[in-house]
């Protein structure tokens, strides 16, 4: 999830550029850059690093249309980065550029098609300069310049596949800047006799708070005297102009009160950017890119073992049941923090997968080079291209959440979930465990999730808020949940401890009669994921014994389900999808759920007491 954002106007607009930038580095900072026109010229400078690299960058240019004085350049791009694809370098900084440095871009998402595009434009000549997906795209619109940027946009518009945003400009029309999106964000700040554009609105906020906002599969004309947005196919959109009243840190939070109410509402894009190219081609799955572990490595795996700690073991957990019930690998949790100082034995064909979305949390790198002594293979899970973890594997799986500030993970989670489903599935292909019809299957219902998971944020709210109203003042909450409900049921429980600092338990709902149930009386809250799985009927069973004790049950359900939302004090649907990728969806109200008793509570969700977003200490 990178930033993206533009100028034309009068006024300088390397300045501009750099202060919307600014409030852009939220999105991703391991490098930045912009690009220039004043009169014929345009160029670009880029730099490693967060900001302040590119200021100095640009301090030390001593000449070219950035340090232009006399005649500052009026029309700019420029672009905060979270690398997705290709290393963290300054060729793969943006802006881009075609092969005659005619046409720039700074894009933010994935181009799923960029390798059959790439391959074509590269035998017509073009010359790439970058490992990355992006750079596609300059070079796809110059192929169709002939003077007019906005129909060659329009035609590599309609040739391009994924889920992006990107703004271009060409030096031949100084005074233009094309903006088109597919499923990112992009919005239009409208000035007087200029024109912004970014990923989000904070970045020209300080400037004008007249937004106009692109919906998906627009295309935006800027030109100093105003804007022209039309569909894809170039048929004019009349779009009203809004005026937006967010105060700086509402703004910064993309006008939610919250970081984490912010990320909780990017899971569906962040999922879409995680499984994007991956399931693109084809029916399968294809992990097959920069730095990811050798496939016939993976096709040999005799047995899996997953260490994380925190949030990151339970989508480990997530996994488990995945993998062994598609590809038939057996798989061992192990909390980090235990197997680090274990003798744990390890054999050949073991794959070690440490899940961290930091990349930098201790206990997960000890147990990581604890196994990799031991001659295991390492693959790495992570969200943060170049920390720590990536250097200590031998391949990196990454998901595309973008940066997460809220110390409680909600994003960063379900990518996780989403990542390991793609290795299930995979290893399913390579394995031949699973019939070529089930594998498109369950890549269709891939392919589902990030609408899926819209739908269930746009739908959980009101219930969820009538547990949260119900029960904010309850000192104790159960989490009951079966089979791949359970670690959801887990994530859950900590969840709630972590930011409303409630006493919470996470059961498997078949142990409570071994011990747990003494604790119920009829004050307890206790939820249940009663999502549709081979064994919902002893979910249900277990939900009745609870319910037997005088307990408060709140069920999160698939779909309406009659029969459960009857015998339970609130039943919380959530929509249909196979049933091994319903955790996905599950966690999102148990997410809510904690935010809203919290926010009752009147505490900070955002930095919650004792935590840290990074455990590096052990
Ligand atoms: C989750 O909300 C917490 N922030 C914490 O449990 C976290 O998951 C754990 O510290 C692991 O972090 P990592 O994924 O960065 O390794």
Redesign the pocket.
Known sequence: MCGIVGYVGRRPARELLLAGLAKLEYRGYDSAGISLIAGERIEAVRAVGNLSALHAKLGAVGGGVVALAEQPATTGIGHTRWATHGRVSEENAHPHYDTEDRVHVVVNGIVENYVTLKQRLADAGSDFTSETDAEVIAHLIASHHDGDLPDAVRAAFAELEGHFAFVAMSVQEPDTLVGARRECPLVVGRGEGEQFIASAVPAFLAETRAVQHLENGEIVVLRPAGTTITTAAGEPVERGVERVDWDEDTAEKGGYETFMLKEIHEQADTVAETIADRVARGAGVDLDEPGALDEALLAEVKRIVVV?????YHAGLIGRYAIEEWARLPVEMEIASEYRYRKPVVSEGDLVIG???????AD?LAAMRKAREQGARVLAITNVMGSQITREADGVLFTRAGLEIG???TK?FVCQVAAIYLLGVRLAELRGTLPAERIAELVAELKRLPHCIEETIATVGERVAEVAEQHWRDEFFLYLGRHVGLPVALEGA??LK?ISYVATDAYAAGEMKHGPIALLDDRTPVVCVATDSPVLEKMVSNMQEVRARGAHVIAVTTAANAEIESQVEVAIPIPSVDWMLQPILAVIPLQLLAYEVAKRRGLNVDQPRN?A???TVE
């Open positions: 994380a700690c925190g949030t990151s899940i961290s979305q930091s990349g930098e949390t997960t110390v409680a993970a960063t900590l969840k972590e935590l977003k990074t455990v």
